[in-house]
């Protein structure tokens, strides 16, 4: 144990195993196991930190998709699933901190009903806006 320690630290290795699972799975059953504010927060940021991950995976397969010159319609879904997935990584780092401190979270946001709009439907956080047709990053 101790030579896996002086090991870690002579190659700048982590010395201790993280905590939370990498496996969205594994996450699952952390965040159904887990009444922990702080660790819901740091699950919501490990989720974030997947979904940036997914988005350049999917920016890949849409540069493949022009490449290939597979029909346009691909190449624009999935581009708009790139700016979805980006837009829901930063929804999720946003809402995180909310489960490490609820009381002042729940000062400073509106109630759920009040987040609702006619239909129903949970509105959006006002720096979420729908992708721009067209644009690239």
Not at 87 to 99: C, E, N, W
């Amino acid at each position: 144990m101790i030579a896996q320690g002086l090991h870690a630290q002579l190659y700048g290795l982590p010395t201790a195993p993280d905590p939370l699972p990498t496996a969205l799975g594994a996450l699952l059953q952390t965040t159904r196991a887990t009444q922990s504010g702080p660790q819901r927060s740091a699950v919501l940021r490990r989720v974030a930190d997947q979904l940036r991950d997914g988005a350049e995976i999917i920016k890949d397969s849409q540069y493949r998709a022009q490449w290939d010159r597979l029909p346009d319609d691909i190449a624009v879904q999935l581009r708009q699933a790139h700016d979805l997935a980006q837009q829901l990584a930063d929804i999720l780092d946003h809402v995180a901190p909310a489960f490490t401190n609820p009381v002042a979270a729940a000062a400073g946001s509106p109630s759920p009903a009040s987040a609702r709009g006619q239909d129903g439907a949970v509105a959006a956080p006002a720096h979420a806006s729908a992708p721009q047709p067209g644009r690239r990053r």
